[in-house]
T-cell receptor, first 111, second 112 residues
Framework: DAGITQSPRHKVTETGTPVTLRCHQT?????MYWYRQDPGHGLRLIHY???????DKGEVSDGYSVSRSKTEDFLLTLESATSSQTSVYFC??????????FGQGTRLTVV | QQQVKQSPQSLIVQKGGISIINCAYE??????FPWYQQFPGKGPALLIA?????SEKKEGRFTISFNKSAKQFSLHIMDSQPGDSATYFC???????????FGTGTSLTVIP
């Protein structure tokens, strides 16, 4: 398995609270991505990073922010969690021209 | 706006049959078209991928057919097996890696 770890694996949080999900890689890949997976919607790109401190928005970025201060870490923050953000979140890493490797996912429930 | 459109949403095939999943894209800048397989509770994993300079790629029982002019590509699973039961996602990206978009997924069930 590619060296990619997501934490936490499961989280239950209350509406309105901030939440941070972490993606850590040991592969030194340039590109990192955050997706959310929901039934009927597949995998939707939230944000991605193409280098340290270089990030950009994906299809469904509203309500989310990201940071990448080191090559190996890509953080996804929900500033004020809402029930619509209940989902399974996947981190992926990739180098130029290569396949994307996915983490095991984080199941987030906002109550 | 869905960058990659995938169909069908679900598919049931008899063991030994052929499974066919279709995808379409709009952005002609995409130059890498992978298919991912996902089992419950796991992250997606690369199954097979193609670039637009070829019209077909085969790896074992899995084949990608690519039609550049129609902006469509499809996955064919020959001699489908119960172990192939999973969710399949098509995807498209630019080789620069900045954007990597997935279809909505197809849940495949292979009946013994």
């Amino acid at each position: 398995d590619a060296g990619i770890t997501q934490s936490p694996r499961h989280k239950v949080t209350e509406t309105g609270t901030p939440v941070t999900l972490r993606c850590h890689q040991t592969e030194n890949h340039r590109y990192m991505y955050w997706y959310r997976q929901d039934p009927g919607h597949g995998l939707r790109l939230i944000h991605y990073s193409y280098g340290v401190k270089d990030t950009d928005k994906g299809e469904v970025s509203d309500g989310y922010s990201v940071s990448r201060s080191k090559t190996e870490d890509f953080l996804l923050t929900l500033e004020s969690a809402t029930s619509s953000q209940t989902s399974v979140y996947f981190c992926a890493i990739r180098d130029l021209g290569d396949e994307a490797f996915f983490g095991q996912g984080t199941r987030l429930t906002v109550v | 706006q869905q960058q990659v459109k995938q169909s069908p949403q679900s598919l049931i095939v008899q063991k030994g049959g052929i499974s066919i999943i279709n995808c379409a894209y709009e952005n002609t800048a995409f130059d890498y078209f992978p298919w991912y397989q996902q089992f419950p509770g796991k992250g997606p994993a690369l199954l097979i991928a193609i670039r637009p300079d070829v019209s077909e790629k085969k790896e074992g029982r899995f084949t990608i057919s690519f039609n550049k002019s129609a902006k469509q590509f499809s996955l064919h699973i020959m001699d489908s097996q119960p172990g192939d039961s999973a969710t399949y996602f098509c995807a498209a990206s630019k080789d620069t890696g900045n954007q990597f978009y997935f279809g909505t997924g197809t849940s495949l069930t292979v009946i013994p």
